[in-house]
């Protein structure tokens, strides 16, 4: 008798546990976000040195739907010209699969007696790698 009521109470714990692991599996999974790489193409003069998002290589970024939004990227650094500067990348889709690139440069103060290297805005394309 002891049998009989212990075999289906063990059945409905093992099957409300596979439901809950089902359940807890299927939440993980609509929450994960996707992640979008992004290549720059754009010319980068000889010499000069950009604060740029893209120095390690494509840019990782979070994808929440399809439609592709403006970004800005804001890099600041001390720059061995003695002066102290933010880089600002702006992406602008053109369409669901490229950006426009724009990059320009603010100096935001120097040391004195510094002299500041020339400012190397310059323009590109950024696209989404697969």
Known sequence: MLQALTYP????????????????AQVRASKTHHVRRLALHAVAQPGALYLTAWRNGPVRVPADGGKLVPLTFETLAAVNDGCRWEGTETLV????????YRYDETILDCDPGATPYLKTPRTGVVTILP
């Open 9 to 24: 109470l063990y059945r409905s714990v093992a099957v409300g546990g596979l439901l809950l692991a089902l359940t807890v």
């Open 93 to 100: 889709p053109i369409n669901d699969h490229s950006y426009a």
